[in-house]
């Protein structure tokens, strides 16, 4: 124990330091050298445990790590998803973004996920609604509903009537861009301006590689297995977007399971088949027709034959772009519309 003697002089300040020190933990070399060991293993091993932590969730748990990377990729975006019933269906849809509304239609086999990425220059602008059409993604899948173009004219007119739509732009790409163009020939007074991406359905185009295959009884729009998913990926584009390993397997998994539904909506729609270009013959709707040069899937030959019907018509054609512009060239196809709009200009098409 220590000793000591108080100094003739001593303040109350110097006698609080005094105590302050006595009570102070004494230093031991040796303690200190094991404590630093062990803070550095515990930093070794979170350093080791964190990364391995998060492969582990990269390699076994892809739905998570592609649902958390879709969050993100909606806020920059500028999207929120969201669900509303509509004909007796629900629908789930993506929106975001501030003016005239859009309204936006995916393919065949694909979601309202294929417009987020050009959503991205669009939301600064328009008003971006993206739904799920009924029989995919995240809306209602009735095996006993019939999905033929017409039914899903009626399904989205519902949609933008429980959103209080009265007028607004319309875009569709393949399938959905099929539906668009019959929407806008039957209710003609609520489309501003109509937005075709590479649209199925005109019969009068040069037969396409995917109408071959077809012909042949193969259709890789159908994903039996995962080479089949990476197939269908080099049909669709031209410079296909990375994909990692294990989210390519989640949604090749994805694909296989919903082989049998698209089965039967493909089923519908080639049971009630739709001429587009008859469909929207002399429709005097302002239209922004897009198409892919290298598109396999629908002919580009398809883009003049429906510029040459509608009177109010820009043809578009982008080189080395497949069949899905608004994923493989987002920023480029967005330009295009906001061109078409007039919105750069300060004007607008379709007010």
Same mark, same amino acid.
């Given at each position: 124990?220590?000793?000591?003697?108080?100094?003739?002089?001593?303040?109350?300040?110097?006698?609080?330091?005094?105590?302050?020190?006595?009570?102070?933990?004494?230093?031991?070399?040796?303690?200190?050298?094991? #404590?630093?060991?062990?803070?550095?293993?515990?930093?070794?091993?979170?350093?080791?445990?964190?990364?391995?932590?998060?492969?582990?969730?990269?390699?076994?748990?892809?739905?998570?790590?592609?649902?958390?990377?879709?969050? @993100?990729?909606?806020?920059?975006?500028?999207?929120?998803?969201?669900?509303?019933?509509?004909? =007796?269906?629900?629908?789930?849809?993506? #929106?975001?973004?501030?003016?005239?509304?859009?309204?936006?239609?995916?393919?065949?086999? @694909?979601?309202?996920?294929?417009?987020?990425?050009?959503?991205?220059?669009?939301?600064?602008?328009?008003?971006?609604?993206?739904?799920?059409?009924?029989?995919?993604?995240?809306?209602?899948?009735?095996?006993?509903?019939?999905?033929?173009?017409?039914?899903?004219?009626?399904?989205?007119?519902?949609?933008?009537?429980?959103?209080?739509?009265?007028?607004?732009?319309?875009?569709?790409?393949?399938? =959905?861009?099929?539906?668009?163009?019959?929407?806008?020939?039957?209710?003609?007074?609520?489309?501003?301006?109509?937005?075709?991406?590479?649209?199925?359905?005109?019969?009068?185009?040069? /037969?396409?590689?995917?109408?071959?295959?077809?012909?042949?009884?193969?259709?890789?729009?159908?994903?039996?297995?995962?080479?089949?998913?990476?197939?269908?990926?080099?049909?669709?584009?031209?410079?296909?977007?990375?994909?990692?390993?294990?989210?390519?397997?989640?949604?090749?998994?994805?694909?296989?399971?919903?082989?049998?539904?698209? &089965?039967?909506?493909?089923?519908?729609?080639?049971?009630?088949?739709?001429?587009?270009?008859?469909?929207?013959?002399?429709?005097?709707?302002?239209?922004?027709?897009?198409?892919?040069?290298?598109?396999?899937?629908?002919?580009?030959?398809?883009?003049?034959?429906?510029?040459?019907?509608?009177?109010? @018509?820009?043809?578009?054609?982008?080189?080395?772009?497949?069949?899905?512009?608004?994923?493989?060239? /987002?920023? &480029?196809?967005?330009?295009?519309?906001?061109?078409?709009?007039?919105?750069?200009?300060?004007? &607008?098409? =379709?007010?």
């Amino acid at each position: 124990m220590r000793r000591w003697a108080a100094p003739a002089e001593l303040t109350r300040r110097d006698l609080r330091c005094y105590l302050r020190s006595m009570n102070a933990p004494q230093s031991h070399p040796a303690s200190a050298r094991v #404590s630093m060991k062990n803070r550095t293993r515990l930093l070794l091993f979170v350093l080791l445990a964190v990364p391995a932590l998060l492969a582990a969730v990269y390699f076994l748990l892809p739905g998570v790590v592609l649902t958390l990377a879709q969050r @993100a990729e909606l806020r920059g975006a500028g999207l929120e998803q969201h669900g509303i019933d509509a004909a =007796g269906l629900h629908i789930e849809y993506l #929106s975001g973004g501030r003016g005239d509304a859009i309204v936006l239609l995916h393919g065949f086999s @694909a979601d309202k996920s294929n417009w987020v990425r050009v959503a991205k220059y669009l939301t600064p602008h328009l008003r971006v609604i993206a739904p799920d059409l009924p029989g995919f993604g995240d809306s209602t899948r009735d095996p006993n509903a019939r999905y033929a173009i017409s039914d899903q004219v009626e399904r989205v007119h519902a949609f933008a009537q429980a959103l209080r739509l009265d007028s607004f732009h319309l875009g569709g790409n393949s399938m =959905g861009g099929t539906i668009a163009g019959a929407y806008a020939a039957r209710f003609p007074h609520e489309v501003k301006t109509l937005w075709l991406l590479a649209p199925g359905g005109v019969r009068s185009a040069e /037969p396409s590689e995917l109408q071959e295959l077809m012909a042949r009884g193969e259709n890789p729009l159908f994903i039996r297995d995962a080479d089949g998913f990476e197939r269908l990926l080099d049909f669709v584009f031209v410079e296909r977007p990375y994909i990692p390993r294990p989210i390519a397997r989640y949604l090749a998994e994805q694909g296989v399971r919903n082989r049998p539904f698209n &089965e039967k909506i493909s089923a519908d729609l080639n049971g009630d088949p739709l001429a587009l270009e008859a469909t929207v013959k002399g429709l005097s709707v302002p239209a922004l027709i897009v198409w892919g040069a290298r598109d396999r899937l629908v002919h580009v030959s398809g883009a003049g034959i429906l510029g040459s019907v509608m009177p109010d @018509a820009k043809v578009v054609v982008m080189p080395n772009v497949g069949h899905i512009p608004m994923v493989e060239k /987002p920023a &480029e196809t967005a330009a295009e519309l906001l061109r078409f709009l007039g919105i750069a200009a300060g004007t &607008e098409r =379709g007010a």
